[in-house]
């Protein structure tokens, strides 16, 4: 018995003096980026010049939307992993669904790895495109569990799918434990109702440049690409800027430092 104590005090002396690894401040660089497929605005299929917008700001986190999985129209590239490859980052893939022969849906890159994902189906209409929203989990190098969703919601002009949409993220994440960014193409301006049903549990940034026009690139005109976190409290925004590639995509790149204190 005595023998057993000694081992067990030695035990929880080695646990003792093993330091622990504390949760620190981080600075994160997020970037939203509708990728249009792939094509560029010139239809010519590009994946090099898609890689080197995302290389030129070596952000954090990507949302990715309009992804091609091993469609005919992407000549059967998973665009995910070609740019995860370009940009030396982990990729994920998320289904919408299913088109030309492969699939569409969201896409996530990330310099860190994943530590849980999940698919997330959005309602919609019988009569209209299917959606979803790519729930990722990474843990970052100083020690933070941070939560990262990138979606693309309806974008007809009739309203009905996006509150549903919107809704039904906000029940989905409203409990999470974790510190949540929630980025993409939303296709809604931020006095919009479904950007309003958001912003109940997300927050979106006062600085000026978070409403600068996004779409089209050539000649944005509309605010429809956002990044928005929950637990403000927690977050810093140190510089957001809307960034117009117009031969890569007809969409704006949307790109948020945010420095997150546990």
């Keep these: 018995m005595k023998l057993t104590w000694i081992k067990l005090l030695h035990i929880g002396a080695i646990l003792a003096s093993i330091p622990k690894v504390n949760a620190q401040t981080d600075t994160l660089r997020i970037m939203s980026f509708n990728i249009l497929h792939g094509a560029t605005v010139k239809n010519d299929f590009n994946l090099d010049t898609l890689a080197g ?3 030129s700001y070596q952000p954090h986190l990507v949302a990715l939307q309009e992804v091609d999985f091993k469609t005919k129209r992407a000549k059967e590239y998973d665009l995910p992993t070609e740019l ?4 030396k980052m982990a990729s994920l893939f998320g289904r919408a669904m299913y088109y030309d022969g492969g699939e569409y849906g969201e896409g996530v890159l990330s310099k860190f790895t994943f530590v849980e994902t999940e698919n997330f189906a959005l309602p919609h209409l019988p009569t209209s495109e299917p959606r979803a ?3 990722t989990r990474v843990r970052t190098k100083k020690g933070n569990i941070i939560q990262f969703v990138a979606t693309h919601l309806d974008h007809l002009e009739d309203n009905t799918d996006r509150v549903m949409q919107a809704k039904a ?3 989905k994440l409203k409990d999470s434990p974790y510190p949540t960014i929630l980025a993409g193409d939303l296709n809604a301006q931020p006095k919009d109702e ?3 049903l958001l912003l109940a549990e997300f927050t979106k940034p006062e600085t000026p440049n978070a409403y600068l026009p996004t779409w089209p690139s050539d000649n944005p005109r509309i605010n429809i690409d956002h990044i928005l976190y929950n637990v403000p409290q927690k977050w810093k925004v140190t510089d957001y800027q809307v960034l ?3 031969y890569a995509t007809d969409h704006c790149v949307v790109m ?3 420095v997150f204190t546990p």
């Design 53 to 55: 917008v995302i290389n």
């Design 84 to 87: 995860g490859h370009r940009t």
């Design 133 to 135: 929203a790519l729930i």
């Design 169 to 171: 993220l906000v029940e």
């Design 194 to 196: 479904s950007i309003k």
């Design 244 to 246: 117009c590639e117009n």
């Design 256 to 258: 948020a430092t945010l």
